[in-house]
């Protein structure tokens, strides 16, 4: 009897999963407005079978889990989808929910009684907490990206002051300085910058919303800065290796603070492994002593 509920409990399960994928809730309008502005690789990246996974995964948990600007700003940030983002998440959520049904599956061969009901809530908890996982993981990427960014936005700042020493114009250090470098960071304010050039908009007002999609406030610091150079005509190549310079000073700052703190949470571990080092050594004599 308690078999066939939990059985049948997880079939429902399924089939109500299964209806939700295959019918899913219709998307807004301005989520569907939203993918006008992006990239063509973009739009129509969801060629395979994961791809349609994700993006059935996407518009099923998206009134609930995908709205506000910090995830599209991390997803942007960190170069990922949303369609793996979904995936992740799906996946994580099978495992999490099948890994309590697989113990009792295991234990019931095994003769070993597990309440029905103590499964259910297992599998609710592990499947909620695992779900979250994904997100975390995304958050310390976009993390690690920006700080990535800041280290190239030191670079491009240097590349520039040395294309106005040269005689360069304004525009035209923006566009070199961004065209010789590789990384991703110089790849996305090129794109930018030639957009702007398409659209006969000014190259600071393209920095400044490409800044907002990754949400890095050193590009939106550079952007503020540029629209200044370009309005007032304060000086530039006095300035640029000065808060290029600071640049990498508050990443040295950085870097120094997480390592100390690094070195603190090493701390804990120490003192246990050292607790247990001399439990071991003296357990021996303690244990002499006590049967005597």
Same mark, same amino acid.
């Given at each position: 009897?308690?078999? !066939? ?23 807004? #309008?301005?989520?569907?407005?939203? $993918? ?16 349609? %996974? ?7 948990? !998206? ?31 099978? %495992? ?12 019931? #061969? ?94 600071? +007002? ?8 990754? !949400?890095?406030?050193? %590009? ?8 200044? /150079? ?18 990498? $000073? ?12 690094? +070195? ?22 303690? /244990?002499?002593? %006590?049967?005597?």
């Amino acid at each position: 009897m308690t078999i !066939g509920m939990v059985l049948g409990t997880m079939i429902g399960v399924g089939l109500a999963i299964a209806c939700w994928g295959l019918f899913p809730p219709r998307e807004p #309008l301005q989520a569907r407005l939203s $993918e006008l502005g992006q990239r063509t690789d973009d739009v129509y990246q969801s060629r395979t079978r994961r791809d349609r %996974l994700g993006r059935a995964a996407a518009r099923s948990f !998206g009134p609930l889990v995908f709205r506000g600007c910090r995830i599209d700003r991390d997803l942007r940030a960190a170069g990922q989808s949303l369609e793996e983002l979904a995936v992740a998440k799906l996946g994580m959520l099978v %495992l999490g929910a099948g890994l309590p049904v697989g113990i009792w599956i295991v234990a019931w #061969l095994a003769r070993v009684w597990i309440s029905p009901a103590a499964v259910v809530l297992a599998s609710i908890l592990a499947g909620g907490l695992l779900f979250l996982v994904p997100d975390l993981s995304l958050r310390d990427r976009a993390r690690s990206r920006r700080s990535e960014l800041r280290d190239q936005i030191s670079t491009y700042l240097d590349l520039m002051g040395l294309h106005l020493s040269g005689g360069s114009g304004m525009e035209r250090a923006l566009a070199e300085s961004a065209a010789q470098g590789s990384a991703w960071g110089f790849i996305e304010i090129d794109r930018a910058l030639r957009q702007a050039q398409l659209a006969n908009e000014p190259p600071w +007002t393209a920095l400044k919303k490409l800044a907002q999609e990754l !949400g890095s406030t050193e %590009l939106e610091e550079l952007a503020a800065w540029l629209m200044l /150079a370009g309005t007032s005509g304060s000086r530039v190549r006095s300035s640029l290796h000065v808060k290029a310079r600071g640049l990498r $000073e508050r990443a040295l700052n950085e870097a120094e603070t997480e390592a100390q703190q690094t +070195t603190e949470r090493m701390s804990l571990p120490v003192v246990l492994m050292f607790s247990a080092f001399l439990g071991l050594i003296g357990y021996p004599a303690i /244990a002499a002593i %006590l049967s005597t």
